[in-house]
């Protein structure tokens, strides 16, 4: 059984496959004892660890003084009740005082877990337990239930929370966290993903812990390029594949909170929630609401093994069942045309994906309303007739008779004020009456809480897209939400409307899902501005970034692998300028996730189709194992002037080099000349089905040389290997 009980010492035990995660109950309160090792691990309970005295520490009763709440590691802390480190729980009740305590009453251990209302969470298998606790504020009268749902196979703990107004008037939750979790030492790093649009996610820096909070978040109304929700902390020494790892996510698309306390008993609280700073979730008597899901899990053996666990968590219980099956290789006609797009332009378009072998055609932007550049149009979802003479339907005949699929962009939750719908109802966009409101991308976002835009936009895209045969959608999403308000929302619920735009956000989602059951939707924001495990759930992949530049691409890709696996990663070809090296570059770049083309492939010298045709046959060889395999990081553009990884499966291993500029972003600069794939069978001969190259399976765990690589003017270039079992 993953999570058992123990009524002598009030202990809670939840195991994974390799962890063991362990608490214990004492004079109410929810004291941490362990997260780590699953072998040998032996737990002590407060009775046999009380703790020391610390001055200036509060505690309840006299005469109790070596339990204060300020210095024991704590499950989850709430604010103003003697803790006086950063807290999880922050509710103002109806006396207008914020101080929240929350002591245990019951437990369940549930078969499966408790579904959060429209939030994405973990989908449950038929291993998963749930471990639901009940605690109670008797002075403020609510309820809390903290969930732990435990993913046995992949190693990862699930974190979330449900509070529900019992005090008879409204309370408010001021701050909302769903993991909280002291760890033992301060001797620790911590690794973030930020970024910027067109450079997300960068796997560069490394933070020590320090006495004080580190606090990374997003404040914008979205997951962001900026910042993402995972986040590691680490030993100082851990590497790829020694020391201690604790990874961390947060199954959500908006403004987030992670943080990171050292403590002045040597402890250090990490947290991961809701972004504080405009949530006042105002709560009425006898409503319940919850917070969402977030993720944990532990290796002993440095970032490998925390990768691939939260590449197994997330192909095993983020991604819809539908995302299993084998993805298109799509051309898409952003690059290739931005918004000058017709009927005709499109089909002879289509004509090409098909004769270079792809699967689908993807139609971006600028087919609808009056949306010809990115002033005017959007909101407006019927097709523009003058691009598209017949409307939709006869048009996808034609590209369906070239023998692809066919996908469509939307943006749902967005309106050009120069567009139909803004002049109809002003009051549908996000904004504070009282101020002016701020363009971006020339737009403003719609306020997706309010659920007569919600239904109006299924009418609409009902009503367009009715008997066309869609395969494929691209759900953008192109700005940030600034002067957060609703004109839905009454005053007394402003604070909710960011959590509430994002529950109309995954409903809508969810109806788009459901209504066209057979098409997959791809997510977007400017790229990868909302790459997260919430859309990984409502999604099938993500557009990894805008940057299609091979060589920024590079250093994106290896760093989203570090938290989410190659089956959700979006990665295009863009134009090689009839450049043979740049293509051949692109393309073993775009490898390591799910293949596409970006560009006008019209206009394309023959030999460059040619070379196309022979990529994509070449990919489907090995397709299964990138998005199904496990992967290895070898080497990192930021240490060395080799970026390389391999991918197992079965008999299959995909080994890739790219030869970077030779610049060394962190520290001194590793050589690289060896690959090592120390996974290899020692007793098999492996054959590269490029190039027929037979090695041992013992050759391959030593390692072989990467030999000459051919850098073009940037010094770039890269390797490709694609070894089965003989
Ligand atoms: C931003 C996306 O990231 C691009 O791929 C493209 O779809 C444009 N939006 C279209 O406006």
Request: proline share 4%; net charge negative.
């Amino acid at each position: 059984m993953p999570i058992s009980f123990t009524r002598e010492n009030s202990l809670f035990r939840l195991t994974t496959k390799n962890t063991l995660y362990a608490f214990d109950i004492v004079k109410g309160k929810l004291i941490h004892r362990y997260y780590g090792k699953k072998a040998g691990a032996v737990v002590k309970t407060f009775a046999d660890e009380p703790g020391d005295v610390w001055s200036f520490a509060p505690y309840a009763k006299e005469g109790e003084v070596y339990f204060s709440l300020d210095t024991q590691p704590l499950e989850y802390s709430c604010f103003g009740s003697g803790d006086f480190r950063t807290t999880a729980l922050r509710i103002k009740n109806g006396a207008g005082n914020s101080v929240t305590g929350f002591d245990y009453v019951s437990h369940k251990i549930r078969k499966g877990r408790v579904e959060i209302p429209n939030i994405p969470c973990g989908r449950a298998d038929e291993r998963t337990q749930t471990l639901d606790i009940t605690l109670r504020d008797t002075a403020s009268g609510c309820e809390l239930h903290l969930y732990y749902t435990v993913f046995y196979d992949c190693d990862v703990i699930s974190r979330y929370a449900s509070v529900t107004n019992k005090s008879g008037g409204d309370v408010v939750i001021e701050k909302w966290m769903s993991l909280a979790l002291d760890l033992p030492g301060h001797n620790y790093d911590v690794v973030s993903l930020a970024g910027a649009h067109c450079f997300e996610r960068v796997f560069n820096e490394r933070t020590p812990v320090f006495r004080g909070n580190l606090s990374m978040c997003s404040r914008r109304g979205a997951s962001s390029h900026q910042m993402n929700p995972f986040m590691a902390v680490c030993d100082r020494k851990a590497d790829e594949n020694h020391g201690d790892v604790y990874g961390f996510n947060f199954v959500y698309s908006g403004s987030f909170l992670n943080e990171v306390e050292g403590d002045q008993t040597g402890k250090t609280r990490v947290q991961v929630g809701l972004g504080e700073e405009n949530f006042n979730y105002r709560l009425k008597d006898g409503e319940t609401v919850f917070a969402p899901e977030a993720v944990m899990t532990y290796s002993a053996k440095g970032f490998g093994p925390m990768s691939r666990n939260f590449h197994h968590f997330t192909n095993d219980h983020i991604v819809p069942e539908k995302a299993k099956e084998r993805r298109p290789v799509v051309l898409n006609s952003w690059e290739a045309f931005y918004f000058d797009i017709d009927e005709n332009i499109m089909v002879d378009f289509a004509a090409a994906a098909a004769e270079c072998g792809m699967d689908m055609v993807i139609m971006d932007d600028g087919w609808f309303g009056a949306r010809v550049n990115d002033k005017a149009g959007l909101g407006d979802w019927y097709v523009n007739k003058n691009r598209f003479k017949e409307g939709l339907a006869p048009y996808v005949e034609r590209v369906k008779n070239t023998g692809v699929k066919f996908g469509i962009w939307v943006e749902p939750e967005m309106a050009n004020p120069d567009s139909d719908l803004f002049r109809a109802h002003p009051e549908w966009c996000i904004r504070c009456p009282e101020r002016p409101m701020s363009y971006s991308r020339s737009q403003y976002v719609l306020d997706m809480a309010n659920p007569e835009v919600i239904e109006y936009l299924k009418g609409m895209f009902e009503e367009t897209f009715r008997g066309v045969p869609i395969d494929y959608f691209k759900w953008d999403m192109n700005r940030h939400i600034s002067e957060p308000g609703s004109m839905y929302l009454g005053a007394e619920d402003q604070g909710s409307m960011e959590y509430r735009y994002m529950q109309g956000v995954y409903s809508l989602f969810k109806w788009f899902r459901e209504t066209y059951p057979d098409a997959m939707i791809e997510n977007c924001s400017g790229g990868g501005g909302r790459y997260d495990l919430a859309m990984m759930a409502v999604c099938s992949q993500i557009w990894t970034s805008d940057n299609t530049n091979a060589r920024t691409r590079t250093l994106i890709q290896y760093s989203s692998m570090l938290a989410y696996p190659a089956s959700v990663m979006s990665c295009h070809v863009s134009n090689p300028h009839g450049n043979m090296h740049e293509l051949d570059l692109k393309y073993k770049v775009a490898v390591n996730g799910v293949l596409g083309y970006e560009f006008n492939v019209l206009k394309t010298p023959e030999e460059v189709k040619e070379e196309i045709r022979r990529q994509v046959k070449e990919y489907r060889t090995f397709d299964r194992v990138i998005t199904d395999g496990e992967y290895y990081r070898l080497s990192s553009p930021y240490e060395s002037d080799v970026s390389a990884y391999y991918i197992e499966l079965g008999d299959q291993i995909l080994l890739s080099a790219i030869h970077t500029n030779g610049k060394a972003v962190i520290g001194k600069k590793k050589p690289c000349t060896k690959l090592a794939v120390r996974t290899a069978d020692a007793n098999a001969t492996y054959r590269d089905t490029r190039t027929g190259m037979t090695v041992t399976g013992e050759q391959l765990k030593k390692g072989i040389e990467i030999g000459e690589f051919a850098p073009d003017e940037s010094g770039w270039d890269a390797k490709l290997w694609h070894f089965v079992k003989e």
